[in-house]
C-alpha cells in the first residue's frame, strides 16, 4: 500500500569538525533551516554528524556514554521544538566506557523527542582507497540488523554509508514494503565522484523507492576529503535536487501518487523470481 499523504523532506549536508561542540551550532541552523523555511516533516543529518575524529583517540571520546547523551538532548530537543521526525545519520556510540568497540548508530527521533528506532551500520568500510587506508573495523563493532520504522506514514528503510554497495540490503527492505530509503554517508571524496550517484540511483530504481541521501562534503580537519553532493531520488531513478559540495539544505517533496504510478506502470516488484 502507497502512504496516504505526500510528505516534505530535508537532507542535511555537513562538514564535520571533530568535536561536537565545534557542529553543534551548525546543526542547530541548518535543521531550523529544513523545518520552519522548509517545511520538512523528515529531516536527515549525515554520517558523522556530531564529530568527525581524526585519531582512535578523538573517536573513543567522541563515543563517550557522558557525551553520547548530550547529543541526544539535543537530538530530542530539536525534534520536539519543530515537530519534526529527525533522523541522526550515524554517531559513535558505546553502552558503557568498558565496551571496546563503538557501534556506528542511527537514531529516529519522533516529533514527541522519543527514540522510536536505532540502526547499527551493517558494512564497515575496510579499504585502501588511492593509496590511504580505512578500517573502520578497527573501531566500529559491526551491526547485523536491517531496521525500518514509520515516518510520517512512510515506511523507511535506514542504512549508513558503505552499505550502500550492498544491494541485498535494500532489497530486503523492499521486501518488506518500504517505499522510503535513507542513506546518511561520508563518501570519500575519490569514490564519491565515481559512484555515488549511480548507486543512489540503482538503489531507487530496482527498489522503486525514494531514495534521500545526505552526505559529509569538503576537507576535515585529518586532510580527509568528503564528496557533498546530497541528493533526493524519486522511484523513477531521476534526481529531484542534488547539493554541490557545500554545507546546507536540500529539499523535496516526497509524492505517494508518484511512487503508486511508478509501481503499477511498471511492477518489477512484482515479477521477482528469486
Known amino acids: 500500500m502507497p502512504p496516504n ?9 555537513l562538514n564535520s569538525r571533530p568535536r561536537w561542540q565545534d557542529n553543534r551550532e551548525t546543526l542547530a541552523a541548518l535543521i531550523a533551516n529544513a523545518a520552519s523555511e522548509h517545511h520538512a516533516s ?13 585519531d582512535d583517540a578523538g573517536r573513543k571520546a567522541a563515543s563517550e556514554p557522558a557525551l553520547t547523551a548530550s ?45 522510536i528506532a536505532s540502526y547499527d ?43 550502500l554497495r ?33 548507486l543512489l540511483r540503482a538503489r531507487a530504481i530496482e527498489n522503486q523507492c525514494y531514495v534521500l541521501a545526505a552526505g559529509q562534503c569538503g576537507i576535515h580537519a585529518d586532510g580527509r576529503q568528503s564528496w557533498g553532493h546530497s541528493m533526493l531520488i524519486d522511484p523513477w531513478g531521476q534526481v529531484l535536487a542534488k547539493r554541490d559540495e557545500t554545507p546546507g539544505v536540500l529539499c523535496g517533496r516526497l509524492d505517494a501518487a508518484h511512487l503508486a504510478a511508478v509501481r503499477h506502470q511498471l511492477p518489477a516488484l512484482q515479477h521477482r523470481k528469486l
Open 42 to 54: 523528515i529531516v536527515l543529518l549525515p554520517e558523522n554528524f556530531a564529530a568527525m575524529p581524526v
Open 71 to 115: 547529543i541526544i538532548a539535543s537530538l530530542r530537543q530539536w525534534s520536539q521544538q519543530y515537530g519534526i521526525f529527525l533522523v541522526a545519520g550515524g554517531m559513535l556510540w558505546r553502552a558503557s566506557e568498558r565496551q571496546p568497540l563503538a557501534s556506528n548508530r542511527c537514531l529516529v527521533v519522533s516529533p514527541q523527542g522519543e527514540i
Open 121 to 163: 551500520k551493517i558494512h564497515c568500510f575496510d579499504a585502501c582507497v588511492d593509496g590511504h587506508d580505512y578500517r573502520e573495523s578497527a573501531s566500529v563493532k559491526a551491526g547485523c540488523q536491517p531496521v525500518s520504522v514509520n515516518l510520517a506514514d512512510w515506511r523507511t528503510g535506514l542504512s549508513i554509508c558503505y552499505d
Open 166 to 198: 550492498f544491494a541485498e540490503l535494500y532489497r530486503h527492505y523492499s521486501q518488506h514494503r518500504c517505499q522510503l530509503l535513507l542513506v546518511p554517508a561520508a563518501f570519500t571524496w575519490q569514490t564519491g565522484q565515481a559512484h555515488w550517484e549511480v
Open 5 to 13: 499523504s505526500d510528505v516534505i523532506a530535508a537532507a542535511i549536508q
